[in-house]
Every structure is written in C-alpha cells, then in structure tokens.
C-alpha cells in the first residue's frame, strides 16, 4: 500500500505552510486555487476548502501550500491537514484533473554550448524537475527514465538535469555537428509525452526533498553552514547559467581544507576546475577570514 510522507514546512509569510509529499503530485504543473468553485478540477482542494480556515490553495509538483485565514493558528490544525492530505493522496485519487485543462504551452527545445567543449545544454520552456540530479551511467539512472532512455544512445557520457535544462556529456569520438539535432528532438519529444524525468519513491528524489535537505545543513557545523550559503548566493547561478553545479561536500576543520564537487557542465571541463577552484578559493578565503587554507574540487 502507498505510504506517503507528509513534511510540514514553514514559509517566509506565517499565513502559509508548505506540505511537502514524498512523491509526484502533478507532472510539474502548478496550480492556484482562490475558492471552491475554482477548485472543480481539484478534488482534493475541494476536500480542504471545506476547512473553514482555508484561504487559499496552491498545487505544484511535490507539495501542496495553503494560506490561511487569521481565525487559528497553523501549530493548531498543521498536524491535521498534513493526515488529510496524506490520506487522500494514499487512497489514489485523482490530486488535479487535466483533462479539461487550458491548453498546455508547446514544449520548446533549444541547444546552447557551455565553456566545457564536451557538454550541451539544452534549454526547455518549462521546469522539468524540482531540483538537480545527475548520472553518470545507466546503472545510476534507474531512478530516472528520461536519462536512461539518454543512456541508450552510444555518444551519451553524463547527464545532468537541473530546473528547466539537461547538460549532456559526450564522448570524444562524435562531433556534436552529428547528434544535436538528435538529441534536441528526443527530449522534445520525451517530455511532450508527460512521462516521468525521475521516479517518485526513489532514494535519489528523497534526497532532492527540502525536507531532507534541511535535514543535511541542520546536521553542518557553523562554518560549512556558511560555506554552503556562500556557494548558494554567489556561486551556483553563475554555473547554473553554463549548465553545471558546483555541490558542497565536505570541510576539515583542522586542516581548513574545502571540497567541492563540480557536476555537468563544469566537470571535467578544462577551463572551469582550475578557474573555479581559485575563484572559490579565493572568495572563500576572503569572506571566512583564517578559516580556508584551500579548495579541492572534485569532478562529479
């Protein structure tokens, strides 16, 4: 039988909580719903606008938030709409019905080069994961369909799968003049379908969780806490933009030693692993003053 975890998150505005499942709620369609009468293709946000506090009910991929109104606090009712939503959700009903939704957006592809000569990005029109994950082989991409399927084509290398693009990585042998225009049309056609990018009740997808990603910077000391902020606020973006990451993996404190892994785009690449290293070095040396005697980064 299904067994849904419910995580009960806080958000910036009190009036709001976020009930994060441990599974797919919608194929990364989101959904706002201000009433009952709006709610018609929601059963389930029919059943919760039957709480009298309920103002008003948003839907995406793997949560569901719900402001309230001002007549109860959260601490007082969270626990019991958090088993409400848990209940339905493992009955296997129907969470949105999109039958008769408004027409969906086309699916759009487009191919852009990165600083790494061996990956391509390609850029979709709509959030195709809630957060990143990458494989290096079809053994490590049983959790995910799309890269599997990626895998079956002999020149695929790595892929990586972040908000609204996939980073490919090739291998040497094939110019990228000869399959991208291959690989453009695949994950076009791939992603029209509806199918899944990566399976729900996967170790890999319980990873990408806030849950549990609160959990692991909860678990940090104080100064990986600040690298990992560091890393968020000004570093990540800019990779981001050239189809890579670069992740937090561990900090000595007796030796002062950093480690970072670089994944998509910017592993392997021959420009970024030396740039980057000394830029985050750099940074992190200037802004933890006495606590960074260096950085080692790692290829994913």
Known sequence: MPNTQISILETSNPSIVKFEANSFLTQYESFEF?????????????QLFYLPFVKKIYISSNFIAIERYDIVQWKEVQE?????????????????ETTNAAK??????YAESTPNPAVIKFVVNKKIVPTLFEFS????AKASPFASELFHFPFVKNVFIDANYVSITKHDDTPWDDITATLRAFITSYIETGK????????????????????????L???????????NEYVKPAVASDGG?????????NTKVVKVILQGACSGCPSSTVTLKNGIETMLKEMLKGKVSSV????G
């Open 196 to 219: 899944a990018i990566v399976l729900a009740h996967t170790p890999e997808f319980q990873k990408s969780t806030e849950a549990h990603k609160e959990a692991y910077f909860d678990s």
């Open 104 to 109: 969906k957006t086309p699916v759009t592809v």
């Open 137 to 140: 082989s079809v053994d490590e």
């Open 221 to 231: 000391n104080d100064t990986s806490k600040e690298i990992v902020n560091i890393l």
């Open 80 to 96: 019991e709409v958090a088993k409400q939503i848990k209940d339905y959700i493992d009955s296997g009903a129907t969470i949105v």
């Open 296 to 299: 080692e980064a790692i290829n």
């Open 34 to 46: 201000n009433n009952i009468d709006e709610a018609k293709a929601s059963p389930l946000a029919q």
């Open 245 to 253: 990451n670069i992740e937090f993996q561990s900090y000595n404190e």
